[in-house]
C-alpha cells in the first residue's frame, strides 16, 4: 500500500467495521483463489483451512462463508465444508468417497 485509502477518515470510523468485513472477504477470496491454483491437480482430495485463514486474519463469519461458498457454486464448483466447519472443500467434479469418509 502505497498511500492509506481516502475512505480512512475521522468521519468513517463508524464504517470502519463494514470496511474490516469487506477487506476480510477480499483475503479470503484471494486465499481460495490462490489455493485452488496451488491444488488444481489433486483439488477433489484437498481442503481449504478455515483455521489457519482465521489464525492469519480474522474468524470467517457464517455469513461470510455463506457468501463465498455460493459465488464459487454460481461459477460451477462444487462445495462442502468439512471438519465443523474448519476446511472447504472446492471441487470441479462430483467428488467420490474422499469427501463421504472425511
Known amino acids: 500500500m502505497k498511500t492509506f485509502p481516502s475512505k480512512l477518515t475521522p468521519k468513517n470510523v463508524p464504517r470502519f467495521s463494514q470496511f474490516a468485513q469487506e477487506r476480510l ?3 479470503l477470496r484471494k486465499e481460495i483463489y490462490e489455493f485452488m491454483l496451488q491444488h488444481h491437480e489433486k483439488l477433489s482430495e484437498s481442503h481449504f483451512d478455515l ?17 463465498i461458498v455460493e459465488e464459487l ?3 460451477g464448483w462444487i462445495c462442502k465444508r468439512m471438519f465443523g466447519n474448519t476446511a ?3 471441487s470441479n467434479v462430483e467428488p467420490q468417497s474422499y469427501w463421504d469418509e472425511i
Open 73 to 75: 457454486e454460481e461459477s
Open 25 to 27: 472477504a477480499c483475503y
Open 88 to 90: 472447504l472443500c472446492i
Open 51 to 67: 483455521t489457519g485463514f482465521a489464525a492469519r486474519y480474522s474468524p470467517v463469519p457464517d455469513e461470510l462463508l455463506d457468501k
